[in-house]
Structures are given as C-alpha cells and as structure tokens.
C-alpha cells in the first residue's frame, strides 16, 4: 500500500479555510468538484458563497500554497486550502456579450409532455437562441441521454451552436462543457435555461458558480414537471448568488443602449411580450 493511502482507498488530506485546518479524507482520484463539496460539507456555514473562491494545494518545493494544478486529482496525502477572493460575485450581475456564453439545458422531445408550460420555455429559448446569433454569442447545448429521452425539439433552431453534446450526468458541467468554455478564455457570465430546474438547471449552475462563473437563470425558459420543484429551486438558487432573471432582461441587457446596432433586431425579438410560463400564478 503507498504511503499516504488508507485500506478503503481514500487518501488523508489536511483541508484549511481562514484560520481553521481540518483533518480529512478523499476518494483516491477526486478532482476539483468532490474538493470543493468536502471543503463545503465542512465549512458551509463558514463560506460566503456569494464570493469568487479558489483552492491552493501545499507544494513542498516552494514550501508555499500554489493555485491547484489544471487537472488536478488526488493520489496522495496532501493540505489543500479554500480561499475566497476579493471580488462579491452579487455587485457584479452585467451582462456583456464579449464575456458571456449561453447554455441551453436538455430541451428535448421526450419532455414535453411532462413538463410543465413546456411550449412556453420553447418559445423564449427560442428567443434566447437568435439572440445569441444576432449578438455573436456562443451557444453550447446538453442532451440528456438522447438515445432514450430525443434529441433537441425542433423549434429550437440551434444553427451556430458551438457546442451539441450528449450527457447523462445532471449537469452540464462536463469535460466537454468545460473544454468549450477553456476555449473561451474571457467568458465570466453564463446564461442558464432549459430543464429541470429542480434537477439538471441547479446543479449545472451551482458547479458553474463553484467554479467562479456568474451565473443568470433565465426563469421563463425554464421548468419542470412539478411547480413546487421549479419554484423552490428558483428561491434557493437565487439565495446561493445566482441571478434569476428574465429572457427580456437578458437580450435587453446584453445591448445596453438604444443606439446599439443590433437593438432593433433585438427588439423585433421581444416587441411581443415573452409568455409568462406560470411563473405569476405558480400553479
């Protein structure tokens, strides 16, 4: 057995945040997500989850912390510290095309028969997708195991779209996902729709937010089957520092100004007012 390595193949790793250090263990081969869900199981009620945060890994050659490695993954005994940055991730909330990407989450055919307003999201994420290739916005798309569940319905265009990818974990932070977003070095805004929003919508933008992105949920292109599922998650994701919003505040945001060249386009988009997808009767 390697030094380091306990019988049930975990690994000891000392986890610091302020000015507490904790004892603790790992999965061998834990990467960046499971750290951050143990640094969070130990010290949630400590962190401020509305900041920007990285994790430093002790390096005995430098005899310092250094910022985790790319790809870092556990093998060995090892301190690792939580640290929060300086920047409150709830003054920022501007949307800027330069800097934002759009995901758009498991809109598929298999769906629309149980979820709920389902034609509703369709019609803003429809929206949402011409916006994005008015405004020279990315696009990246999940499929949740479209072999079973269909591919993307046919009314959301996703001509452009830079990425199309199929999954079968919840959220759509994947290899994939992130490989595309690495590829888009300036991006630090996500706009977040499509479905569940109890399930793969609050996972996906809870890992976006652990991972120092702002994240904007769109409320009207998003659902589920149930309304209490879809109404709770949207108060708890608004509560961890995600933004919920609106798809006309979004496309309106993202030109700022009257005089942008593209505002008319935008504002052919949004001259009919998008349907309120039972978001004001909550039934």
Known sequence: MAEGHSNNNHVPVLLSFSAFSRPSSVPVGSGHEVLIQKFLSIYGRQIDLHRKFMIQLYSDEWAQYIDLPKGFIISEKCKLRFVP?????????????????????????????????????????????????????????????????GSTVQEMDLTGARLVFPKTKFSMVLPEAEAALADLPGVRSVVLFGVETHVCIQQTALDLLARGFEVHMVADSTSSRSMMDRMFALERMARTGIIVTTSESVLLQLVGDKEHPKFKEIQNIIKASAPESGLLSKV
Request: charged residues 20%; proline residues 6%; aromatic residues 10%.
């Open 85 to 149: 940055l300086e920047t409150d991730v709830t003054i920022l909330g501007n949307l800027i095309p330069a800097t934002t990407v759009f995901f758009c989450c498991d809109m598929q055919e298999r769906f629309r028969p149980a979820i709920k307003y389902f034609g509703d999201i369709i019609s803003v994420g429809q929206r949402l997708l011409q916006g994005a290739r008015i405004l020279g916005i990315p696009v990246i798309v999940s499929e949740q195991y479209p072999k079973g569940l």
